[in-house]
């Protein structure tokens, strides 16, 4: 009888063993959680018109139209309907970054200060104003090297071929090149990043900011 205890016990001891086991290998199984990757769009860092680092990561979460700018272009006239944009869209998570540029016939030669003040005072500008850079060539910043990684040139819109066709004469006399590749083809160039950084939609510089509202309200959704 005793023996009889004795296998029960040990049967039992086995079988408790044997779930335990189980138990651990379904734990084990589980697959680990999976972690979204985040844009590379928000390691990058830039300068405010003031001189100062910020990330860009600041931005996550907000629809962004980013805009290469000159204060002595014949679309500067583009920064009211920037700003108007900016209003109308702002409380709903939408962000205008604009960086000036001298790339383009020297349209921008002033400085930081200057340009602040010329915006505010023709255009009453209350979006981000950052520092002046390159977007072209091999001093060209960070930013929009990511950028025209993510949305390549894919040509001019339909119906500014005329337009288009004197850009692409100004760069072959001057030899800048920035008629050729993905290069930024003039001032106000734009690029609409959805709220998580990783939809880029490019769009050139004949394309005027009241051309961009449905799909800043589409990204906004």
């Known amino acids: 009888m005793k023996k009889l205890f004795f296998l029960a016990a040990v049967a039992l001891m086995f079988a408790s063993s044997c779930n335990n086991q189980n138990k651990t290998a379904q734990v084990a199984a589980?697959?680990?959680?999976?972690?979204?990757?985040?844009?590379?769009?928000?390691?990058?860092?830039?300068?405010?018109?003031?001189?100062?680092?910020?990330?860009?990561?600041?931005?996550?979460?907000?629809?962004?139209?980013?805009?290469?700018?000159?204060?002595?272009?014949?679309?500067?006239?583009?920064?009211?309907?920037l700003e108007a944009l900016y209003l109308k869209y702002k409380d709903q998570g939408f962000e205008i970054l604009a960086f000036p540029c001298n790339q383009f016939l020297g349209q921008e030669p002033s400085t930081n200060e200057e340009i602040h003040s010329?915006?505010?005072?023709?255009?009453?500008?209350?979006?981000?104003?950052?520092?002046?850079?390159?977007?072209?060539?091999?001093?060209e910043s960070p930013l929009y090297t990511y950028l025209k990684e993510q949305a390549p040139f894919k040509g001019y819109p339909e119906g500014t071929e005329e337009f288009a066709a004197m850009l692409d004469e100004i760069h072959q006399k001057t030899g800048t090149g920035f008629d050729q590749g993905d290069a930024i083809r003039w001032n106000f160039g734009k690029f609409l990043v959805s709220k998580d950084g990783k939809t880029i939609l490019r769009f050139e510089p004949m394309v005027t900011p009241d051309m961009l509202e449905e799909a800043i309200q589409e990204m906004l959704k």
């Open 30 to 81: 589980e697959p680990e959680p999976v972690v979204e990757q985040t844009s590379a769009l928000y390691d990058i860092t830039v300068k405010d018109i003031d001189g100062s680092n910020v990330s860009l990561a600041n931005y996550k979460g907000k629809v962004l139209l980013i805009v290469n700018v000159a204060s002595k272009c014949g679309l500067t006239p583009q920064y009211e309907g």
């Open 118 to 139: 010329f915006c505010s005072l023709n255009y009453n500008v209350t979006f981000p104003m950052f520092d002046k850079i390159d977007v072209n060539g091999e001093n």
